[in-house]
């Protein structure tokens, strides 16, 4: 029971302190799971990423989702997402309660100019943090950062990507075991 | 009553097809918020994802949990009935991923032995990292690039993440301060 809680309160702090939408909630979600709680291993955090960009939803919340089910099953799901999505809710009310226009704060204006940059160096220090997970393989490395390249000149919806490197996958994967089925009959 | 299902129906729709996440389900949302339904004008719905952007959280939640609270509010003056309408749109839209994505979980964690399985998801490893690459490529435009010093606190934010290892959060807030005092 005490995991549950302790999913809610992560999920809630991470929700509460990320600014940049889900993406950005990807370094901080690996830092606390990964690094700090060893809840995941970090290729078992390559394996989860594979999966929330499957599923429709936003990704931090399909992150929440995968972390919490590991952790705790249906309770560790809700707790997580009620803690990833609650911080939102909470705090674009009170925005569209008491602030019309946000937007006009000149103090947060300035704050978010260096703030905005900032995140993007965060995001690809988090994949970067990721190539450890590829064996030290040049190649995959630069595949792995070229892909990144072509997907941000091409606008490419990801879950095809997605689905089309798992059919060519499972394809090689089948024509290799063929191959070596092959090679012991003769 | 017409209305609740209407928002209702429309962002469980939004959940539904909304692959790849945050920016990726923006059009999604003005197709159906704008020029579906017709709830709110292009310059509100821009100035929803303006603030949706520099508030913490998931955008497209953010998004779904301003135009719900937005469209009762406007039907009724009332706002607990805005938060309500807030409330529903936001669960609209999680609900279909919740229950996809925990059953694909479900099915990854029963699996994660079979050997196929395993061999898949780790070839396309580099594909899924560079996914994450290209969200940050992605970011490189003129609204987040506005001078010089963006390109060095890019460089400063890599390098306090990846050798330093500081707290994203503590990065930002960093950051939050230098933008206060320098800009």
């Known amino acids: 029971m005490k995991i549950v809680f302790q999913l809610f309160i992560l999920f809630f702090k991470i929700g509460f302190l990320t600014i940049g939408g889900g993406y950005a909630m990807i370094p901080v979600i690996q830092v606390e799971v990964v690094d700090k709680r060893k809840w995941i291993d970090s290729a078992d955090f390559i394996d989860m990423l594979s999966i929330a960009q499957s599923s429709p939803g936003p990704i931090a919340v399909n992150t929440a989702i995968f972390v919490g089910y590991t952790k705790a099953r249906f309770l560790g799901v809700i707790s997580s997402v009620l803690g990833t999505i609650l911080p939102s809710i909470i705090i674009i009310l009170t925005i569209a309660i008491f602030f019309n226009t946000a937007l006009e704060n000149e103090i947060i204006l300035k704050a978010f100019k260096a703030v905005r940059p900032a995140t993007i160096g965060i995001i690809i220090g988090s994949a970067f943090k990721m190539l450890n997970t590829l064996d030290k393989s040049i190649s995959k490395i630069l595949l792995s950062i070229s892909i990144g390249v072509i997907l941000t000149l091409f606008n490419i919806q990801p879950i095809l990507i997605i689905v089309l490197s798992m059919l060519i996958s499972i394809i090689i994967i089948k024509l290799k075991n063929r191959g070596q089925q092959n090679g012991e009959q003769t | ?183």
């Open chain 2, 1 to 183: 009553m017409n209305i609740l299902l209407t928002i209702f129906l429309a962002f469980l729709k939004i959940g539904t097809f909304s692959f790849g996440g945050g920016y990726a389900i923006l059009p999604q949302i003005q197709y159906e918020v704008v020029d579906v339904h017709f709830w709110i004008t292009l310059s509100k719905f821009t100035d929803i994802i303006a603030i949706s952007q520099i508030t913490p959280g998931p955008i497209s939640l953010n998004a779904a949990t301003y135009i719900g609270f937005d469209l009762i509010f406007n039907t009724t003056s009332s706002i607990y009935f805005g938060i309500f309408g807030a409330l529903l749109a936001t669960f609209s839209v999680v609900i279909f991923p919740l229950v996809f994505m925990t059953n694909l979980t479900r099915l990854y964690s029963k699996n994660k032995d079979n050997e196929l399985l395993r061999k898949v998801l780790k070839n396309i490893r580099p594909v899924i990292i560079g996914l994450v690459f290209a969200a940050g490529f992605g970011l490189f435009n003129d609204k987040n690039i506005i001078d010089i010093y963006s390109i060095f606190i890019v460089i400063i934010s890599f390098i306090l993440f990846t050798k330093y290892k500081l707290n994203p959060i503590v990065i930002s807030f960093i950051f939050a301060i230098i933008g206060i005092l320098v800009y």
